[in-house]
């Protein structure tokens, strides 16, 4: 719990204390039925998290990696292919195209929206890529075919879709939303002239249920979807072993199923992620507004194309470690999604990315701020947690508001 002395990065304790009662039904349910693994709670849950997203089928399985790992496996993605996604994300993106026998390739963010660069990845499929004699597309960098992009839907904001499917198409790749971070994010599709949910826009997508997700459960969970019956039913069979029917195993599959009780915990507080989302985009326009005259932080951006879900609320300021050390001396929480871009970490020091070579995610990482950011934030802490800010800054050399980075 908070107390507006000591604010919290994120408030986990509150929205458990204010569902304590149905939560704990769930644990009586499930204990009084002994149905443990998979069953009616799971398959309620997989319903309901379906309509949610706006799509055909939910699966759910036992973490955001093993779903994406088993979308795009289910997809066709396989040994010897490459993958291109972006180097700010959390490493489960990479290693789930790992894990299903891919391999990573990257290519820069946009510098407002810290997603996918559109650009970037037309350069990238355009110059970086050719095709051979049999009209597969290769990568220069290691001679593979290119079949798949995972844009990372990050901190709750989903990557400008519409240009990243027309690229997909034209390159004849497979698209899978890495949306672990977005459940109910949404995306005006110019091309539907509608607005589209996070997970429904790909061939598949996975999410990631870890508890301090805007959905979270209490444990590990995650979720797959897709608007393909096949590539549902394939990543069914992924998750539990190769088998359709039991003891009869069609494929070698793995150990990737949801608990019983994880599936009844996460049905209850999806009644909630609505109005938790529409917190987080209120709190999110109140910190936009009481930061905008400050000189010294560069806020988020929100397209008008989006309706973000702020899982997380991601300034850029230039002496970051003062900054947070400050508000740390202060009892403010903050974080950093992610100090080190993938391109630079030791585990793919193998693939010799340079920094220079993706500068805009480079640059970025070594600016960012997570503030406190939750729906049960009070507008109290806010104001107290800009204060803060006001005071450090005030004495700070003044930078300028836009910190512009020249792509490579
Ligand atoms: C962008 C992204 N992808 C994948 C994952 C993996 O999800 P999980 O931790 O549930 O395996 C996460 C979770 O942190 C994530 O943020």
Same mark, same amino acid.
């Given at each position: 719990?908070?107390?507006?002395?000591?604010?919290?990065?994120?408030?986990?304790?509150?929205?458990?204390?204010?569902?304590?009662?149905?939560?704990?039904?769930?644990?009586?349910?499930?204990?009084?039925?002994?149905?443990?693994?998979?069953?009616?709670?799971?398959? &309620?849950?997989?319903?309901?998290?379906?309509?949610?997203?706006?799509?055909?089928?939910?699966?759910?399985?036992?973490?955001?990696?093993?779903?994406?790992?088993?979308?795009?496996?289910?997809?066709?993605?396989?040994?010897?292919?490459?993958?291109?996604?972006?180097?700010?994300?959390?490493?489960?993106?990479?290693?789930?195209?790992?894990?299903?026998?891919?391999?990573?390739?990257?290519?820069?963010?946009?510098?407002?929206?810290?997603?996918?660069?559109?650009?970037?990845?037309?350069?990238?499929?355009? &110059?970086?890529?050719?095709?051979?004699?049999?009209?597969?597309?290769?990568?220069?960098?290691?001679?593979?075919?290119?079949?798949?992009?995972?844009?990372?839907?990050?901190?709750?904001?989903?990557?400008?879709?519409?240009?990243?499917?027309?690229?997909?198409?034209?390159?004849?790749?497979?698209?899978?939303?890495?949306?672990?971070?977005?459940?109910?994010?949404?995306?005006?599709?110019?091309?539907?002239?509608?607005?589209?949910?996070?997970?429904?826009?790909?061939?598949?997508?996975?999410?990631?249920?870890?508890?301090?997700?805007?959905?979270?459960?209490?444990?590990?969970?995650?979720?797959?979807?897709?608007?393909?019956?096949?590539?549902?039913?394939?990543?069914?069979?992924?998750?539990?072993?190769?088998?359709?029917?039991?003891?009869?195993?069609?494929?070698?599959?793995?150990?990737?199923?949801?608990?019983?009780?994880?599936?009844?915990?996460?049905?209850?507080?999806?009644?909630?992620?609505?109005?938790?989302?529409?917190?987080?985009?209120?709190?999110?326009?109140?910190y936009?507004?009481l930061l905008a005259e400050n000189e010294a932080v560069v806020c988020?951006?929100?397209?008008?194309?989006? &309706?973000?879900?702020?899982?997380?609320y991601v300034i850029r300021t230039q002496d970051r470690d003062g900054f947070m050390k400050q508000l740390k001396e202060a009892g403010i929480?903050t974080?950093i999604?992610?100090p080190?871009?993938?391109?630079?970490? &030791?585990?793919?020091?193998?693939?010799?990315?340079?920094?220079?070579?993706?500068?805009?995610?480079?640059r970025v990482a070594a600016e960012i701020v997570s503030l406190?950011?939750?729906?049960?934030?009070?507008?109290?802490?806010?104001?107290r947690v800009v204060e803060q800010i006001r005071a450090i800054t005030s004495t700070a050399p003044q930078s300028p508001k836009a910190f512009a980075v020249?792509?490579?």
């Amino acid at each position: 719990m908070s107390d507006a002395k000591n604010i919290p990065f994120l408030d986990l304790i509150t929205p458990h204390a204010e569902l304590e009662q149905e939560l704990t039904e769930v644990f009586r349910r499930a204990l009084s039925t002994a149905g443990f693994i998979g069953g009616p709670m799971v398959e &309620k849950f997989e319903t309901s998290f379906a309509e949610f997203c706006a799509v055909g089928h939910a699966v759910a399985v036992s973490s955001g990696t093993d779903a994406l790992r088993f979308a795009l496996m289910a997809c066709g993605v396989g040994p010897g292919d490459v993958v291109v996604t972006v180097p700010n994300t959390f490493i489960a993106t990479t290693e789930a195209i790992s894990q299903a026998g891919a391999l990573p390739e990257f290519v820069d963010v946009d510098q407002r929206t810290y997603n996918i660069s559109v650009q970037m990845l037309e350069r990238f499929l355009e &110059k970086q890529c050719v095709r051979n004699s049999s009209g597969k597309l290769i990568s220069l960098r290691n001679g593979r075919p290119v079949v798949a992009v995972v844009p990372v839907h990050l901190y709750g904001q989903m990557a400008d879709m519409d240009p990243i499917l027309e690229l997909a198409d034209r390159f004849g790749l497979i698209v899978v939303e890495d949306a672990c971070q977005a459940h109910g994010a949404q995306y005006f599709s110019r091309k539907n002239d509608r607005w589209c949910t996070a997970g429904s826009m790909g061939r598949a997508a996975a999410f990631s249920f870890y508890p301090g997700k805007n959905l979270g459960a209490c444990g590990e969970a995650g979720a797959a979807t897709t608007n393909d019956p096949a590539i549902a039913a394939k990543i069914r069979m992924l998750r539990d072993h190769g088998q359709a029917h039991k003891y009869y195993h069609d494929i070698e599959g793995y150990n990737g199923r949801l608990d019983s009780i994880q599936a009844g915990l996460l049905q209850v507080k999806l009644a909630h992620l609505p109005g938790w989302n529409q917190l987080r985009r209120d709190r999110a326009v109140d910190y936009n507004r009481l930061l905008a005259e400050n000189e010294a932080v560069v806020c988020p951006h929100e397209p008008s194309w989006s &309706k973000a879900v702020y899982h997380l609320y991601v300034i850029r300021t230039q002496d970051r470690d003062g900054f947070m050390k400050q508000l740390k001396e202060a009892g403010i929480a903050t974080g950093i999604h992610y100090p080190v871009p993938l391109h630079m970490q &030791k585990a793919y020091a193998s693939m010799h990315y340079s920094e220079a070579d993706l500068p805009v995610a480079t640059r970025v990482a070594a600016e960012i701020v997570s503030l406190p950011m939750f729906p049960q934030i009070t507008s109290l802490q806010q104001a107290r947690v800009v204060e803060q800010i006001r005071a450090i800054t005030s004495t700070a050399p003044q930078s300028p508001k836009a910190f512009a980075v020249q792509p490579a």
